[in-house]
């Protein structure tokens, strides 16, 4: 149902709710909702990045590191919102693997933090075994030589090795 759900999004035909925090086909990614009058404090959504005693210097450091494949994106993998993170993602997606990945229009010091630490402007940014690649642009164009091929050799999205 999942699989299914996420062709039709990229289409255009069917979206996901807003607010979300799971796991598909090996993708991790979250999103909050914005703070609601009318909810109970007990209810809200809690932003962990919040709750965390890290930085978000150290926290961008830790995604990089403990992720193959981590990308900062406008929107999240399933409902990208802008043309740019779409590409990027449907590209990704052609290898398999597993794809984690955070939303920068949720946080504007996280997205000012992803900027500080790969010394790069521009959204989505994407980063291949604790490496920084870059953005949509330079992802399509190594699938295109098949550099991003052998980058991506070794990882392996291990719910697919599972089922």
Known sequence: MARSLSNLVFRGIAALPAARSTAIYGMRFSTTVPD???THEDFKPTNKLDSSDLSLKEIVEQDVKENPVMIYMKGVPELPRCGFSSLAVRVLKEYNVPLSARNILEDSELKNAVKAF????TFPQIFIKGDFVGGSDIVLNMHQTGELKEKLKGITNNQERSE
Do not use: A, K
């Open 36 to 38: 609601d009058l009318d």
């Open 118 to 121: 790969s010394l790069w402007p």
